[in-house]
């Protein structure tokens, strides 16, 4: 089992930058992979990125380009740097472990 806390949303304007990060209860590298997903009302939970254990990376068409996932270590913590946001990205961040283990998402609303 593995607790995912999310942190770092907020309200940006567009073309604005922010990262989030997701803090796992162990340490990532005993994680097969974690990802990042968003959720807009009325829409599907989809995927927006993921890093695997061997630091392979992959991303949504969507956002390639502005977003970057990365992790550091130590912390056993997730990151997604998200630039030049618009407001088709506003909607809630989750972090996922495994395809299991659910945080308790993060808001992003982009809007001017």
């Known amino acids: 089992q593995v607790l995912l806390v999310e942190s770092g949303g907020g309200l940006v304007q567009p073309g604005g930058s922010l990262r989030l990060s997701c803090a796992a209860s162990?340490?990532?590298?005993?994680?097969?992979?974690m990802g990042w997903y968003r959720q807009a009302p009325e829409k599907q939970r989809e995927l927006v990125a993921h890093?695997?254990?061997?630091?392979?990376?992959k991303y949504a068409e969507s956002v390639k380009g502005r977003f970057t996932i990365s992790r550091d270590s130590a912390k056993n913590t997730v990151y997604l740097q998200m630039n030049s946001l618009k407001p088709e990205d506003t909607a809630v961040y989750y972090c996922?472990?495994?395809?299991?283990?659910w945080g308790q998402g993060t808001q992003v609303t982009v809007s001017s």
């Open positions: 996922n472990a495994e395809g299991s283990y």
């Open positions: 162990r340490s990532i590298f005993t994680i097969s992979f």
């Open positions: 890093i695997t254990s061997g630091g392979i990376t």
